[in-house]
Structure formats: C-alpha cells, structure tokens
C-alpha cells in the first residue's frame, strides 16, 4: 500500500512541474472594435504585460495588413484597415505566440 501511495505523490508531483511550466510560457491575447480602432491587450499569465511584443494583423485571406509592437502596458492599438474578419498575432518574448480572432461582425460594430 505504502509503495502505491509513494507512484502516486511522485505522478502528482511531477505533473504539477510541468503544468507550471506550461502555464508559464502560454502569452494571453484580448482584442476589441470601437469608435473606428481596434484594441489589443496582451498579457502572461501571471498578469505582467507583454512589453515590446510584435502584433500582426491578417485579414481572412492570411493577407498581412498591418504589424506594429506593444507598449510597457501591453496594449497596442490600430485604426480598423479593413471591416472583415481578423486574426490579431501576438509574438511575445522567447518565441511564445497566440492569436485572436476578431469577427467581422465586431470589427462592423466598432466603426
């Protein structure tokens, strides 16, 4: 009984390693239409902003329409280039990488 219960902290314990670490490296990505722009917040999961981070924005043919880069507070924002549905691309720090899709029904209510 004793040598089950030892497995069974040892698989507990190993599987909370790598969830933190897993948890440790995802980027969070938020975005929203309004008064004619397009907002992103972009964020770890600890709460710390993704400072310096690269944004892309691709319409729904994968077609780049714009790039620029988040301040200390990670937000970055842009004027709507084009009313259709939108994939907003974070690159954060050590490769880490998310995105966010933005419908085109959002992007026509925020303009």
């Known amino acids: 009984m004793m040598k ?3 497995y069974v902290l040892i698989f507990v ?7 933190s670490t897993a948890m440790a490296h995802k980027v969070n990505l ?21 400072e310096g981070g690269k944004v ?5 043919q994968d077609k780049k329409l714009l790039e620029g880069v988040t301040d200390k507070k990670g937000l970055f924002s ?15 720090t ?4 998310n995105n966010y899709k933005l419908k085109k029904s959002e992007v026509e209510a925020g303009k």
């Open 94 to 97: 050590m490769g880490h990488k």
């Open 30 to 50: 938020f975005a929203y239409a309004e008064g004619g722009k397009i907002f992103t917040e972009s964020y770890f999961p600890d709460g710390r902003p993704v």
């Open 78 to 92: 842009f004027n709507i280039p084009k009313v259709d549905d939108l994939n907003i691309v974070i690159e954060a």
């Open 56 to 60: 892309l924005v691709f319409d729904s």
């Open 4 to 6: 089950k219960l030892n």
């Open 13 to 19: 314990f190993v599987s909370l390693i790598f969830c």
